[in-house]
């Protein structure tokens, strides 16, 4: 490793990495079908006659293609129609520090995007990982006793967050493949089954198709929501229901998600008069998240979703299911860490629920707690700042 003798940090032409790039002209398709055979692969530079051109990144690229007829859109289409067209692009002599405090200075999601760069005719030469700089600075730092644990604790944050974004990214692109294919899998029997002019399982193939669609679309709303709350353009709008009606909706869509499994559901609601003045949509995805993961997560016994308003509203779902280990409670509500192993998980789903669960009922100014006995049940209870129509009277 070699120093910059004026400022003593190490110099970023020994950080290059000189691999693979692509032409503006790949088709999409080709580039997404890599994107999920190689979790590993973050990032492809865009070069085009030996000048930078852009940076394709496995999350834009992935995200794009989920949204609604996303592949259909752009699959056949060259990759420059959805890539970063203005990546970030450094000299081959910028310092380290130079280049790192231009990295955070971006947008957050752009914040870990690789770094292109370029030499002195501004042709292409190699790109930057923004944690390998990290990582080297932290190193640097670290020669400096005052300043020896934050380099430490940044490169460790770095390290966990590196690990953390690969298992996500290998978890979402599994989750949104299989609803992806089995759309595309009963669209072509459909078609069959039109042109031999045999119709009789076109209502099941109908069927299994919504239901497919539907889930492409819940993991995409998780991912949406969960961006939207950590970017602060969440909002909150507020409005009179009732919770009894709430309650009673939460119900029978937890009785559609059990199917045939040997639940019983139950709802206890206080007075059906009482009027509620609050997020009505939010109070809804909170309490429907809740009573959702217990019907997953129970194979029998009951579960009760219940609700009490005194000076704030209380909310309660409790199961008899497969409870939580202890040792695993403190990361229920992390995001992006799943509690069970990607390769062995019986559950399907992004992991995201909780984690939007908690960062929707703190903007609503409220508070969650669970208590769980592995392999008895949990009981998860959620209070909210709400105001009654007609105004209850509380003790004092």
Known sequence: MTYDSEQMTPKISDLISYGEAISPDTLVSVLSERFYNEPELDALPIVKDGYPYGLATRSKILTTLAIRFGFALYGKKPISVIADMTPMIVHIDESLNGVLDKAMARDFNDIYDEILVVDDEDKYVGRLSVKRLVVEQGNYLASSIAQREL?????????????????????ITHELRSPIGAIIGFSELLQMRHNDGKRDDVPKYLSLLSSNAQNLRAIVNNILDLSKIEAGRMEIHSEEFSLCELLAEVLETCKVLAGDKPLQIEIDCPDPSIKLQADRIKTRQILLNLASNAVKYSDRGIIVISAEVTDQLHLAVKDTGIGIKKENLER??????????AKTRRFEGTGLGLTITRQLIQLLGGAISVESTYGVGSRFDVSLPCTTKPKLKVAS
């Open 332 to 341: 229920l509500f992390t995001a992006f860490d799943q509690l069970e192993d």
């Open 151 to 171: 380099a430490i604790a940044r490169a460790k944050e770095m390290e966990k967050l590196d690990a953390v974004k690969t298992s996500f990214m290998a978890h």
